[in-house]
C-alpha cells in the first residue's frame, strides 16, 4: 500500500517463488525422512504429472 501511495504501480518480488519452493522441498524431505513416504493431504496437495507438464508447456493452458 506504500508503494502504491507513492506512485509505483507493480512491484517485483523476484525470490519469493523461489523461497516458497525451498521451504516445500525443506518440508517434503522432512516428511520422506519421518514417515519412509509422501502423504498428500487435501489441504497440501503434492502436484501431479498433469501439474508439472501444465507448468513446463504454457501453450498447453492457454486460453483463447
Not at 502504491?4 to 525422512?33: D, H, K, P, W
Not at 514417515?35 to 498428500?40: K, L, N, V
Request: overall charge negative; cysteine-free; charged content about 20%.
Amino acid at each position: 500500500k506504500e508503494l502504491g501511495t507513492a506512485g509505483f504501480s507493480m512491484v517485483i518480488y523476484a525470490n519469493q517463488l523461489a523461497r516458497a519452493s525451498l521451504a516445500a522441498m525443506r518440508a517434503a524431505a522432512t516428511e520422506f525422512m519421518d514417515h519412509g513416504a509422501f502423504e498428500s493431504t487435501p489441504q497440501q496437495r503434492l502436484s501431479t504429472v498433469e501439474d508439472l507438464i501444465r507448468l513446463a508447456d504454457p501453450i498447453a493452458t492457454a486460453t483463447v
